[in-house]
């Protein structure tokens, strides 16, 4: 399945925070979904980009991938681990 074509279950739009909220935030969004479904997280703090990630795969969370959207923004999309 291409990238494209992922079914994202829940996203956050957390542009304006900054670290640790932004893995707070996705922290306790990703808790409330069902193993395997995936979370797409809009932040616009460049050090999120790195830190979410590797939170989330210390979580035992799947990283799918971190994609510029813009001059201000990336996506994080992320899959809830078992």
């Known amino acids: 399945m291409a990238e494209a074509d992922l079914i994202i279950h829940r996203q956050i739009d957390i542009r304006g925070e900054v ?3 932004t893995f707070v935030k996705s922290k ?13 997280v809009v932040v616009d703090y460049l050090p999120a980009t ?6 989330m795969k ?4 799947a990283v799918l991938g971190v994609h510029q959207l813009n ?6 999309l992320l899959q809830k681990g078992e």
């Open 19 to 21: 670290c640790p909220y």
């Open 28 to 40: 306790l969004a990703i808790e409330q979904m069902a193993p395997g479904e995936r979370l797409r």
């Open 50 to 55: 790195s830190n979410v990630p590797r939170s």
């Open 58 to 61: 210390a979580e035992g969370h």
């Open 71 to 76: 001059e201000t923004d990336w996506e994080i």
